[in-house]
């Protein structure tokens, strides 16, 4: 059908053409590309255009490139076509493989056409180029600008005064401040950044981190430091670091199974998070960079411990120290949603491990068997391994046993060789002396024999 469509179309053409020309119209031919410079091995897209400020009546063109660094995927590169009275413009749309490195030309030629009136239309021509390029030459290309050109806490003063060549700055808010606002801009339009906008703080020191991605994927990192001010801090130890209780809890998440309650520490009111099932209390402790975390704390001594759960899809685990390794596992360590913890695996296997841990959602102690690929936990059973174990040393005592007893026949059986061995050896050596004895005894009649022979002849000579 495409093709009877062409050759009516082009019978048109030459219809018309054969006319007198009534009157001279102005079309262009234009062609657009996605993209200037594609990568070798990719593909893009290319749109021919056909139009005039007159109704179109019938028109034709071939497309023409370069065949040794694009490849035609879809589209025709001659068109004959024609309007209906009511268009002023017509696209054709076309892919093309980029097939090797270097400029090509995407272009008109041998194009005619004419309006509805059937006037020959006068056309315009374009081109696009397109530039196939390596991987390599294409991040080579790209921006390397991770600057920030402006970066302000609204409302305060940093300090020291923004240059985009240094990275750290500070600022001091009032004790009731809750929110504050970053606001900043990068240097070059094709840099991405994160870590603009409104965040909560609670008092004392809050960081934040505001990293600046370049186009070709080079990072730099601006923080802010901004300190709430705190009237009367309550400070605690927890081994040789000092730590400050956080009184106003507000940019923290909760773990899923501890609800909020107020303690009292040191005679002052703070927020705290308890577990009906695993009976912890935590509280949100912050260090002296500004970094909050959970903590355990235990009313009894008046200690602290670092609270860190991992979640996977199965469990929420909180890991524990172990009290020995468990059966034929040898320690290790593990790392789980980016924590590094105590663990065990077998025969230095990496894609299984054991955790002791307590499970936050059951109150479960146990070994825990971590699948790595998974991302999942399941509840360690070592009752068959334990089985196992009887069995095999059950089985290697009997494989003692035997082998003593065949140790003992063998014993026996050596000895028995032995002593045939020593008789037969005694047959051996009297067959052997009868044997010399019967030859010496056969030489000696051999002898008389002899000498019985020559007495007799000399006897008889004599007579």
Not at 58 to 80: F, Q
Not at 149 to 165: H, M
Not at 419 to 442: F, G, L, M, T, Y
Request: net charge neutral.
């Amino acid at each position: 059908m495409k093709g009877i469509i062409k050759k009516i179309s082009f019978t048109f053409i030459l219809m018309i053409s054969m006319l007198p020309i009534l009157k001279a119209s102005n079309g262009q031919i234009t062609i657009y590309t996605n993209n200037s410079s594609v990568v070798v091995g990719n593909t893009f897209n290319a749109t021919v255009t056909v139009s005039s400020s007159s109704y179109l009546g019938s028109w034709e063109y071939t497309l023409t490139y370069d065949s040794s660094k694009l490849k035609l995927v879809s589209g025709d590169v001659y068109i004959a076509d024609y309007g209906n009275g009511s268009i002023k413009s017509k696209s054709y749309n076309y892919t093309f493989k980029v097939i090797a490195s270097g400029s090509s030309n995407l272009s008109i030629k041998s194009s005619n056409a004419y309006d509805w009136d059937l006037g020959k239309m006068s056309l315009t021509t374009g081109s696009r180029r397109v530039t196939g390029i390596t991987q390599a030459e294409l991040e080579a290309s790209y921006s390397k600008n991770n600057n920030l050109s402006s970066l302000s806490v609204e409302g305060y003063e940093l300090t020291p005064a923004f240059n985009k060549d240094t990275l750290e700055y500070s600022t001091s808010v009032p004790s009731t401040t809750e929110k504050i606002t970053i606001k900043g801009a990068v240097e070059d339009k094709t840099a991405t950044v994160v870590g603009l906008g409104e965040f909560a703080v609670s008092e004392g020191e809050n960081k934040f981190e505001i990293t600046v991605t370049a186009q070709n994927g080079s990072t730099k990192t601006y923080s802010v430091k901004v300190n709430v001010e705190d009237i009367n801090p309550i400070e605690v130890k927890v081994g040789n670091e000092t730590l400050t209780i956080v009184k106003r809890i507000v940019s923290l998440e909760i773990p899923q199974t501890f609800h909020e309650e107020k303690i009292t520490i040191q005679n002052n009111e703070v927020p705290a998070f308890v577990s009906n099932i695993t009976s912890y209390t935590l509280l949100a402790l912050k260090n002296k960079e500004g970094e909050v975390n959970f903590y355990i704390y235990n009313k009894e001594n008046d200690s602290f411990t670092l609270y860190k759960e991992i979640k996977t899809a199965s469990a929420t685990i909180f890991p524990l120290q172990a009290i020995e390794a468990p059966l034929l596992f040898k320690p290790t360590t593990a790392t789980l949603n980016g924590e590094e913890i105590e663990a065990f695996n077998y025969n230095g296997n990496t894609n299984y491990y054991l955790i002791y841990a307590i499970n936050t959602e059951t109150n479960e102690k146990g070994y825990y068997l971590y699948d790595k690929e998974n991302n999942s936990l399941i509840k360690y059973d070592d009752t068959i391994v334990k089985d196992l174990t009887k069995r095999n040393k059950n089985f290697l005592y009997i494989i003692i046993v035997l082998a003593g007893e065949t140790i003992v026949v063998t014993m026996i059986l050596l000895i028995s060789f032995t002593k045939k061995s020593k008789k037969r050896k005694k047959a051996i050596k009297k067959i052997e002396e009868a044997k010399n004895n019967r030859e010496v005894e056969e030489k000696h009649i051999e002898e008389i024999k002899e000498i019985s022979e020559e007495s007799l002849q000399n006897e008889t000579k004599s007579v």
